[in-house]
């Protein structure tokens, strides 16, 4: 039996990742809706997902898999610092990370779909099996 690892949050960011789903962008809602019901090669994808003190866009538990859309906002420089140092924070703990900037999402939607599948390709020994293991706890 396989058992999940179990990452720290904090839990008084529970309903700000509530309400973070419930405001969603545009482009998160267009990523959501192809990674939702293990729409992705079988993979659990979560949406606005507390780890440690932040807030994750989407996860994936199975593969370590945090996925960032960075907006306009990303583009100033101390919003990249901070999000430099926060996704180094949250690597430390064997987390990786696909960021892509929203008007990808929104432009190229193929293209973020084919990076994302074929970073599971490149990362599991096989996916086809490795997202549907009955064996996995399920949260």
């Known amino acids: 039996m396989q058992y999940r690892k179990i990452y720290p949050y904090n839990p ?4 700000l990742a509530r309400q973070l789903r419930n405001h969603s962008t545009f482009s998160e809602v267009l990523l ?5 019901n293990k729409r992705i090669m079988g993979y659990d994808f ?6 440690l003190n932040y807030i ?8 370590e898999l945090a996925i960032e859309i960075d907006g306009c906002s990303h ?8 999000d430099k140092s926060r996704q ?3 690597e430390r703990l064997g987390i990786v990370f696909l960021r892509f900037d929203d008007l990808q ?3 190229n939607m193929a293209g973020v779909l084919q990076t994302i599948e074929g970073w ?14 009955e064996n996995e706890i399920q949260t």
């Open 12 to 15: 008084k960011l529970k309903e």
């Open 105 to 107: 999402v929104k432009k």
């Open 75 to 82: 583009d100033f420089e101390e919003a990249y610092k901070k």
């Open 88 to 90: 180094e924070e949250i």
């Open 120 to 133: 599971i390709k490149e990362h599991t020994p096989n996916p086809s099996q490795e997202g549907n293991n």
């Open 56 to 63: 994750l866009d989407f996860f994936c538990h199975e593969l």
């Open 32 to 36: 959501w809706n192809q990674l939702k």
């Open 46 to 51: 979560h949406r606005q997902k507390p780890i």
